[in-house]
């Protein structure tokens, strides 16, 4: 069974930082590519970041870009979101989600997704 | 960036309509577009990959259709699981989503 289980979540000041844990298992790790998506208080689905099944390549929203960093662990099948410089609006629930590809190219999709992690930034 | 566009931003239906919501991209996407449902308090689940595939365990009342900037998911026969709040997803270049779509009861 594929699980995903975040952890990290917390109160933090304007100006803080976070990092964000998601505990991968039922499924080969390394295999698939992983994103965060984040859903601010009553809004919508924001897709944050992805990175390849090798931790090789990565991508970042532009709200994030410079702030925000994704990486992974494969042989802890763990992946992670190093939050810096953290605003309001970075307010949400963060999931992290699997993709069925290993690479973060045309064709993926959001199969498995954790039960998400609160992040409120307020002083 | 690709923009997703959906309509309507919310709906009033009964059980045992048919329901039809609508995404449109910025720029042409092929079939890579995905559609998701979420009930309030829980994660957004697959229901349609690449446009028009059923995700496995997914009820066939779900279908989904479109290529290029215009696509559809339809709900032939609504049941009372099936209010919740749906986006569409493209993943063409990178991952983008809709603003959601809430299905209400009327």
């Known amino acids: 069974e594929v699980r995903l289980l975040e952890s990290g979540g917390g109160l933090v000041q304007p100006g803080g930082s976070l990092r964000l844990s998601c505990a991968a298992s039922?499924?080969?790790?390394?295999?698939?590519?992983m994103s965060w998506v984040r859903q601010a208080p009553g809004k919508g689905l924001e897709w944050v970041s992805a990175?390849?099944?090798?931790?090789?390549?990565?991508y970042y929203a532009d709200s994030v870009k410079g702030r925000f960093t994704i990486s992974r662990d494969n042989s802890k099948n763990t992946l992670y979101l190093q939050m810096n410089s953290l605003r309001a609006d970075d307010t949400a629930v963060y999931y992290c989600?699997?993709?069925?590809?290993?690479?973060?190219?045309?064709?993926?999709?959001?199969?498995?997704w954790g039960q998400g992690t609160l992040v409120t930034v307020s002083s | 960036d690709i923009q997703m566009t959906q309509s309507p931003s919310s709906l009033s239906a009964s059980v045992g309509d048919r329901v039809t919501i609508t995404c449109r991209a910025s720029?042409?996407?092929?079939?890579?577009l995905n559609w998701y449902q979420q009930r309030p308090g829980k994660a957004p689940k697959l229901l349609i990959y690449?446009?028009?595939n059923l995700q496995s365990g997914v009820p066939s009342r779900f279908s989904g259709s479109g290529s290029g900037t215009d696509f559809t998911l339809t709900i032939s026969s609504l049941q009372p699981e099936d209010f919740a709040t749906y986006y569409c997803?493209?993943?063409?270049?990178?991952?983008?989503f809709g603003q959601g779509t809430r299905l209400e009861t009327k």
């Open positions: 989600a699997k993709d069925q590809i290993v690479e973060v190219v045309a064709g993926g999709d959001f199969d498995y």
């Open positions: 039922g499924f080969t790790f390394s295999s698939y590519a």
């Open positions: 990175i390849s099944g090798s931790g090789d390549a990565t």
């Open positions: 720029q042409s996407i092929s079939s890579f």
């Open positions: 690449a446009a028009s």
């Open positions: 997803q493209q993943s063409y270049s990178i991952r983008t």
